[in-house]
T-cell receptor
Framework: DQQVKQNSPSLSVQEGRISILNCDYTNSMFDYFLWYKKYPAEGPTFLISISSIKDKNEDGRFTVFLNKSAKHLSLHIVPSQPGDSAVYFCAAKVYNNNDMRFGAGTRLTVKP | NAGVTQTPKFQVLKTGQSMTLQCAQDMNHEYMSWYRQDPGMGLRLIHYSVGAGITDQGEVPNGYNVSRSTTEDFPLRLLSAAPSQTSVYFC???????????????????FGPGTRLTVL
């Protein structure tokens, strides 16, 4: 039962353009959402998060949008850079519950 | 500051063998956890610990044991390896701001580099 889904296994964009990575979830109890970035042979690193009381959170080139009614969140990277090429994982959890659920990841390739 | 370290980086086991994956952190973090990553599945939580002497099960705990005798170390034991346990294993840690009832890890959950395990 995959409660967090990233339906696009891969995404390719041109340098300087916007990258949009999508994530859907099924558990309406989730109230905290995170994005992690992972390079090959390394562990994931935290990128940005959003609480369910917000619908947008911005950090530099990265913005996460949350649509609770659609149970959907997205990560926007503007402008995209070649160094952003990595696998991006969406994750979700319930406050006061340690069980964080991850999506399967989306491999982003930013072409120079 | 080494962060989160994991040993070994690679391991091949035969079915039925046992082994321990080591995880250590030097950031004095209370919360530590183990995940496995399988193709098409993302990361799944195996076990976690909110402090020395306290552990609990995650989403996929069967076939794994953990203990937490010190703040720094959180080993993961496979008692009798099975091919289904072939995976990449990540250990993670974070500070725990909760008082009393545990809240949840801070955003900054630091992951180790992973251990790639193959069970034949």
């Amino acid at each position: 039962d995959q409660q967090v889904k990233q339906n696009s296994p891969s995404l390719s964009v041109q340098e300087g353009r916007i990258s949009i990575l999508n994530c859907d979830y099924t558990n309406s109890m989730f109230d905290y959402f995170l994005w992690y970035k992972k390079y090959p042979a390394e562990g994931p690193t935290f990128l940005i998060s959003i609480s369910s009381i917000k619908d947008k959170n911005e950090d530099g080139r990265f913005t996460v949008f949350l649509n609770k009614s659609a149970k959907h969140l997205s990560l926007h990277i503007v402008p995209s850079q070649p160094g952003d090429s990595a696998v991006y994982f969406c994750a979700a959890k319930v406050y006061n519950n340690n069980d964080m659920r991850f999506g399967a990841g989306t491999r982003l390739t930013v072409k120079p | 500051n080494a962060g989160v370290t994991q040993t070994p980086k690679f391991q091949v086991l035969k079915t039925g063998q046992s082994m321990t994956l080591q995880c250590a952190q030097d950031m004095n973090h209370e919360y530590m956890s183990w995940y496995r990553q399988d193709p098409g599945m993302g990361l799944r939580l195996i076990h976690y610990s909110v402090g020395a002497g306290i552990t609990d099960q995650g989403e996929v705990p069967n076939g794994y044991n953990v203990s937490r005798s010190t703040t720094e170390d959180f080993p993961l034991r496979l008692l009798s390896a099975a091919p289904s346990q072939t995976s990449v294993y990540f250990c993670a840690s974070s500070s725990n701001p909760g008082q009393g009832a545990f809240s949840y890890p801070t955003d900054t959950q630091y992951f180790g580099p992973g251990t790639r395990l193959t069970v034949l």
